[in-house]
């Protein structure tokens, strides 16, 4: 959502998750609400200072950065999205 890697590496980092046996969705049955995801974030330990930071992949595979500033709002959306597959 922010352009920071293409949709090649995006569905690459899916296809080893899932070669892994590792989930890339909720299950229909899960309790993970938006409001939930948010509270728990909050309570991460990458929280400092009150900021929520994330690791994040920049560019190629392997490559990361750990900020505080990114867009929250490609953040809600994409927990929005996120939480919506088992809604529906």
Known sequence: KMGWIDEGLKQR?????ESAD???????DSP????TFNKLMSLDKKVADGQLRLILLQGELGNCK????FDT???QETIEEF???IEA
Not at 13 to 17: A, E, G, K, P, T
Not at 22 to 28: E, I, Q
Not at 66 to 69: A, D, I, K, S, V
């Open 13 to 17: 980092i899916y296809d080893i998750l």
């Open 22 to 28: 590792l989930p890339v969705k909720l299950p229909r």
């Open 32 to 35: 993970m609400k938006v409001e």
């Open 66 to 69: 750990f900020t505080g500033e």
């Open 73 to 75: 709002g490609a953040l």
């Open 83 to 85: 939480v919506k597959e």
